[in-house]
């Protein structure tokens, strides 16, 4: 089945509006030539499109301004204040970041020597121990 979509020019061009049923009529039999009476089905299903198309509109402009104040509040986000003022608490919260770990680091330093200085003494009285 050949692709008909891409790059295809619509029977209807986008000027052409409907606005009542007779107009409906008279663009059918105007394309066709075929009559449509007005309890034809065809008609019917234009009505159900119209609702139909009415409340794609209404959803579609219900979430252009939903997305447009998501947008607004995004950007508004983004000025060179906002982004010095985030860089600057960046670089704060690296430095005490920092400073945590050079206290730890001492810590452990400490008590890696006191260790040792443990260590040392319990191999000093094994030693007495061994030997008397």
């Known amino acids: 089945m050949p692709d008909n979509l ?3 020019k619509t029977e ?12 409906l009529r008279a ?10 009476d007005e309890d034809d089905p065809i008609v019917l299903l234009h009505i159900i499109n119209e609702i139909h ?10 979430h252009n301004v ?3 104040e998501a947008l ?3 950007v508004k986000g983004l000025t060179s204040d906002a982004i010095s003022q985030n860089l600057q608490e960046q670089v704060r919260l690296a430095d005490r970041t920092y400073q945590e770990y050079e206290k730890q680091f ?4 400490l008590l890696s020597v006191v260790n040792l200085i443990c260590f040392a003494a319990c191999l000093l009285v094994f030693a007495y121990l061994i030997t008397n």
Do not use: F, W
């Not at 663009?27 to 449509?36: A, D, F, K, N």
């Not at 198309?53 to 219900?62: C, F, P």
């Open 6 to 8: 891409t790059n295809q």
């Open 12 to 23: 209807t061009p986008d000027g052409v509006s409907i606005a009542s049923l007779g107009e």
């Open 27 to 36: 663009y059918l039999h105007s394309q066709t030539g075929v009559s449509v």
């Open 53 to 62: 198309l009415s409340e794609v509109e209404r959803v579609l402009k219900r």
């Open 66 to 68: 939903a997305l447009t």
């Open 72 to 74: 607004s509040i995004a």
């Open 106 to 109: 001492r810590r452990a330093r």
